[in-house]
């Protein structure tokens, strides 16, 4: 940080009134015992070494903040092929303006803007609509770009 270190932060987080309540966790590539206890002394809860794994940011989560993760199988995430697919024809017929909008918003991972959209394109072809507001919904803005970047020729 350009103007303090994270242990300065987080002294200055201790002193107001908030941050007595204020849960903190370092995440540091220090890893010395020293160091440790200076993250420690300095007001931190607790403390993550770099590299990390995702799962220790879970858990640390877990333990500070008393919350609970639940984890869904990916497999059961998945939509079927024939609910998700996009059909070419369809887009092609969909103003141009309004593809490149679709196209700008799932580049930015802009759901609200992706699925105005939608629903402008919904209006024009409303199953298409639909589709992409369930490719929405899913995550699916990997696919959904694969296909407008083919359309239009555009790079994500």
């Known amino acids: 940080m350009p103007v303090m270190n994270g242990l300065e932060a987080t002294r200055r987080i201790r002193k107001s009134e908030a941050g007595a309540h204020t849960r903190i966790v370092a995440l540091t590539a ?44 990916e497999q059961a995430l998945s939509v079927p092929a024939e609910d998700n697919e996009l059909d070419m024809a369809q887009l092609k017929k969909i103003p141009p303006d309004l593809i490149e909008k679709l196209r700008e918003a799932a ?7 992706c699925l105005k959209v939608a629903g402008m394109i919904s209006d024009h072809n409303h199953e298409l609509g639909e589709r992409l507001r369930c490719m929405l919904e899913n995550l699916q803005y990997k696919e959904m770009l694969a296909v407008l970047d083919n359309l239009t020729g555009g790079v994500s």
């Open 107 to 113: 580049v930015l991972l802009d759901d609200q803007r």
């Open 30 to 73: 220090h890893a010395l015992e020293e160091e440790r206890r200076e993250i420690l002394e300095a007001g931190c809860d607790d403390f993550i070494r770099k590299p990390y794994r995702d799962t220790e940011i879970f858990e640390a989560l877990a333990k500070n903040l008393s919350v609970r993760f639940l984890y869904v199988d």
